[in-house]
């Protein structure tokens, strides 16, 4: 088939075509070594510290949407058809301030100055969507940026000072917005698009039907979406990962679709993009998705590279599985769907056939009874690692449990049910002494393994009290159970 062999993107107000793009390449070398834009800062290259967001504007369903990301872990190819923006960009005539950088001036949100180009496009992207924040808001919008200098209030006030300074209506996004999006729309593939030396190659495919062919044709390539993890392979373990596929750009992979029966999810949906329907079907996981990394991250990680990823720690696999989730493979072979817990079969190895993709995770909705809790346990409360992760479903009916869904991450090699856990609970009165009881079962289903996030005695005494945990918060006065989210 043809082929395109250049990618094309947006940088500021620039158009950039670029031949011959390597599948390794960070935004943020991009932006600093080639582009000479050094107000992005390499703070870890890990996307932890945000001290490299910059916005990055895609369209969807023909319109546009920006966003922050982390420039460190981002790959370039990946934004074919996108508008990056840079810190740069921001400045008005003559050089005068945007708004938001007044503010931190005028509050002393900023000190030695290395973290601030990142706070500042991270309160740039709140403003333009919400320009009168609450401060729950900000430290929400802030979660993916961190400053050792001024301990954080400063900018917290600036961030919600910034339209005494001016309004989005004014802003060089909103102007242009119009213009931004026919210049996109223009850059849209046509067909796919290779490039890169072959031993550092990145193929971005035309569509779905192209994707399982591509991985057909390439079965040891390395499926990209947000880059989240993969990003870290790269800047932290300097693994070899080509041919790369790039994914994000497939619009039929950004579905989501809500019913009465279920929510299913494309497998390029990000945390952010999946937010409001998640918190409408399941509202017991509208906390935990907060607790997902930081803004950035969840702006570009999947929740269809977590559960392909493998990882034992993932966040989203333990809630899931807890609410019987489906995961759908698709190769060129069609399409087959597994219960998710029997996707995840050891560590780094799932049920994933030659060819085979994660393409959509289908949850059902809770039904009459059935009470969902989900609990994240780690040593920092925002963005971070899970040290123990629990999904907890239990339906009751007269006073007995008739069903139970237990699934922990951080517990075993893979998200794993607690099978004998379960069985002590079905059958049993949905009572303390019946929770105290299943809790002694948990030995027997995970034996976890000690490290720096925590130790196994510690693990097997967390989860054991998360059971107790989920029975005192049901307050047996009310209709229906109160369904709380996290620790």
């Given at each position: 088939m043809a082929q395109e062999h250049q990618i094309r993107f947006l940088l500021n107000g620039e158009e950039k075509r670029i031949a011959d793009v390597k599948a390794t390449l960070t935004l943020l070398d991009y932006?600093?070594?080639?582009?000479?834009?050094?107000?992005?800062?390499e703070g870890c290259a890990e996307g932890d510290c945000g001290a490299c967001t910059v916005l990055v504007g895609r369209l969807h369903q023909g319109q546009l949407h920006y966003e922050t990301v982390n420039a460190c872990i981002r790959f370039l190819a990946s934004l074919n058809g996108c508008h990056i923006v840079t810190i740069e960009h921001l400045s008005g005539p003559e050089g005068r301030l945007h708004p938001v950088q007044q503010a931190m001036v005028d509050y002393h949100g900023s000190q030695c100055g290395f973290c601030t180009p990142g706070f500042v496009m991270s309160l740039y992207a709140l403003w333009m969507g919400n320009p009168e924040p609450s401060m729950q808001q900000v430290e929400?919008?802030?979660?993916?940026?961190?400053?050792?200098?001024?301990?954080?209030?400063?900018?917290?006030?600036?961030?919600?000072?910034?339209t005494q300074y001016g309004t989005p209506a004014h802003d060089h996004l909103t102007r242009e917005r119009q213009a931004v999006t026919a210049q996109l729309i223009a850059l849209q593939p046509k067909t796919?698009?290779?490039?890169g030396p072959e031993d550092d190659r990145a193929i971005l495919p035309k569509d779905v039907a192209d994707l399982a062919q591509v991985l057909t044709d390439n079965p040891k390539a390395t499926i990209v979406a947000g880059s989240t993890d993969v990003g870290l392979w790269v800047t932290k373990f300097m693994r070899p990962i080509s041919p790369v596929v790039f994914i994000t750009h497939l619009e039929e992979l950004k579905s989501v679709d809500l019913t009465d029966d279920a929510l299913t999810i494309g497998a390029g949906v990000t945390y952010s993009e999946s937010e409001a329907a998640i918190r409408e079907a399941f509202p017991h996981l509208g906390e935990y998705w907060d607790r997902i990394a930081g803004w950035q991250v969840r702006?570009?990680?999947?929740?269809?590279?977590n559960i392909a990823n493998g990882s034992?720690?993932?966040?989203?696999?333990?809630?899931l599985i807890a609410l019987g989730a489906e995961v759908m493979l698709q190769s060129t072979r069609g399409t087959r769907i597994l219960p998710l817990e029997e996707f995840f079969i050891d560590y780094g190895k799932q049920d994933r056939e030659a060819g085979d993709f994660v393409a959509a995770i289908r949850i059902p909705r809770s039904q009459p009874g059935q009470i969902d809790a989900a609990y994240k346990i780690s040593k920092r409360r925002d963005e971070d690692i899970s040290s123990v992760a629990a999904g907890i479903s239990v339906t009751v009916s007269d006073g007995i449990i008739t069903d139970a869904r237990l699934a922990f991450g951080g517990m075993a090699a893979i998200p794993k049910r607690a099978a004998h856990t379960e069985t002590a609970l079905v059958g049993q009165p949905f009572t303390a002494a019946t929770f105290d009881a299943a809790a002694k079962s948990l030995t027997q289903d995970f034996t976890p393994l000690s490290d720096w996030r925590a130790s196994a005695d510690y693990r097997i005494t967390v989860a054991a009290n998360l059971l107790r945990r989920f029975y005192l918060e049901q307050d047996s006065t009310q209709d229906a159970?109160?369904?709380l989210a996290i620790a």
């Open positions: 932006l600093r070594l080639d582009q000479r834009l050094t107000g992005s800062k929400t919008a802030i979660q993916g940026n961190l400053c050792r200098c001024t301990g954080y209030e400063p900018i917290v006030r600036a961030a919600m000072a910034v796919r698009i290779t490039t702006n570009m990680g999947t929740i269809g590279g034992p720690i993932g966040d989203t696999p333990p809630v159970p109160v369904r």
